[in-house]
């Protein structure tokens, strides 16, 4: 009977949270709002792109004056640019609107700055006069050198490899470090996007008065342990629904969005960093999803449980923002009370273990630290559900819930005394 209620609850749990309207407008939102957000990115690359070029292919009429002695005349001529020797004469030549531009190039433009000057065409516009400048100094210390090698080299044209070993075997580099990273992203996106569900897992029956019929038929055991396995099965398949779009977009818009190019046949899944991602995401999850559903307990109303998930957020993220501490310096004192501490430990761990900087001991010390606290805060939430599923309007004292199993504890001692 108890496997069937519990079955019964995660059913209905799944069933009812992905029949909901409102559960795939905020799942479906992030992957429109990605594909909105590419298509920005990928027109603005272009804009920028084809701007550049318009700029720096820009042909008008312009003076110059060269102490340099790098400025090709006939390079010069080409872009429309006609010698001068006094700077003076080429700035009032501009004010007055007898030319468009005037170029002074330095004697050490290495060095020294080229001054610019032009007629006013806009902010975005008045760019031209600086790209054409350099377009034609730089063209025309190309046509000096002569040597397509050297022009590479010189304009930064090349390509390094760069191989590493780690104990006399090709070390891996970020192709070990990405499909551990995946268990860090996931953590965090089932937190962040499912937690206010979890919150109000528990919530929805105190609001709607149903929960002295529920309890009547289900074991409250039961009951949260199908809620919080519904919620992992929810959790996955919005995991899913998120992919989507990221490996759309590195598959066809990969070049538009200027991605790398990543190599996803050189991939390495290290068992040991994979099984222990799993398990600390798993664990984390069981944490996060006890302890909201026992606030759900506690807490009257959604909204007084509201601030509860505002901490929860805060500290999912406070690890992120120091995990320049955790990749640089991993066993500095910050680090390892990030890692130790329950709430702070999943996103810590995953990125210690995603680099390679969590020892195996250390990462079933964390482990084990996770399941156990998920075991003893599901054990209380149960207990605080059970007592607090007729508080409508005021908040359960935890304190008053625990003790009533001590008062009854010590009352059944004392009546089997003689």
Known sequence: MARHNLGTVIGFEFRRTITKRRFWA????IPILVFGLGGLIIASNVSTANTADQQKNARFEFLYSDSSGLVDPTIAKQYGGTEIRSEAEGVEEVQIGGTPAYFSYPADPATQTIRVYGEDSGVFQNSKYSAVAESLLSASVQKKVDDPTTVAVLRGDVKTNTTTFLNGKVAPGFEAILPALLFLAAFFIVIVFLGNQMLNSTLEEKENRVTEMILTTINPTNLLLGKVISLFAIG???????????????????????????DLSGLVFDP??????????????ALFTGTLVAVGAIMPTAKDAAPVFSVVVFAVV????????????????????????PY??????LILNAFGSLPLWQAIIIIVE?????????????????YGSIEYSSKVKVRDVLGRRSDRTRSVQGEGRP
């Open 26 to 29: 905020i799942t479906l939102i």
């Open 370 to 386: 996770l399941f156990v606290l998920s075991v003893i805060v599901l054990r209380i939430a149960v207990r605080l559900f059970r």
């Open 236 to 262: 996955i398949i919005q995991l899913a629904v998120f992919a989507l779009p990221m490996l759309i977009g590195y598959l066809f818009f990969r070049n538009q969005l200027q991605l790398p190019d990543f």
């Open 344 to 349: 702070t430990a999943p996103i810590t761990a």
């Open 318 to 341: 406070i690890p992120l923002y120091a995990s320049g501490f955790a990749i640089s310096s991993p066993q500095s004192p910050v680090v390892q009370l990030l890692a130790y501490f």
């Open 272 to 285: 040991q960093k994979m099984i222990v991602g799993a398990l600390i995401l798993i664990g984390g999850f």
